[in-house]
């Protein structure tokens, strides 16, 4: 995923707004999570960061429009994407360490995650990476199992053919082999 870190201290008392709206980085994060994802309309991301006391919050939009394959006959299916959010990401007790004389070239241990928000590199201060926050909403707004229609039959497991666009030949479901020997059995009252 293509980052784009922005150091704490440049961004005012009263926040700053950024915008994700790059193809080449919606793309970029399709190919790296092997995502087949097709954008229909441009997708754009609207982040706002407020610098806080203790940590960031962090609020923005995300809007679009994608195609992804239907999880049961694999046709595309149109989503379109409007969403808002807003999250807080606190700091450690000991994010503003900063090193004593004689210890710059030690490595500082970052005690939190890298992907939205770390400490720069000797520990002087904090860099935030609006593009990590966009993909997770991006990720969170699509759905976990995407489908053409409520109504789709899907594909035939024996010959392959969409039963939404033609009927197949095939013999139905014979059940759990396991259970083969209870097929005939017979319960009285």
Not at 21 to 46: G, M, Q, R, Y
Request: net charge negative; charged share 20%; hydrophobic share 35%.
């Amino acid at each position: 995923m293509m980052e784009t870190w922005i150091p704490l201290a440049s961004i005012p008392a009263d926040g700053a707004s950024y915008t994700i709206d790059s193809p080449e980085f919606w793309n970029a994060c399709f190919a790296e999570f092997n995502l087949p994802c097709k954008v229909l309309s441009p997708i754009a991301a609207t982040i706002t960061v407020l610098p806080q006391e203790d940590g960031l919050l962090l609020m923005g939009s995300l809007a679009g429009k994608v195609t992804l394959p239907c999880n049961r006959c694999t046709e595309p299916s149109e989503y379109t994407i409007a969403t808002t959010f807003e999250t807080f990401e606190g700091f450690p007790p000991d994010t503003f360490f900063l090193p004593a004389k004689g210890e710059e070239d030690e490595e500082v241990q970052d005690p939190f995650d890298e992907t939205l928000i770390r400490q720069a590199a000797h520990g002087r201060g904090i860099e935030v990476n609006p593009s990590a926050l966009a993909w997770q909403e991006f990720s969170l707004a699509l759905p976990v199992k995407p489908l053409c229609s409520e109504g789709c039959h899907g594909l035939c497991p024996t010959c392959g053919c969409n039963k939404n666009h033609e009927a197949c030949n095939c013999a139905g479901p014979e059940g759990d082999p396991r259970l083969a020997s209870l097929r005939g059995l017979v319960i009285k009252k």
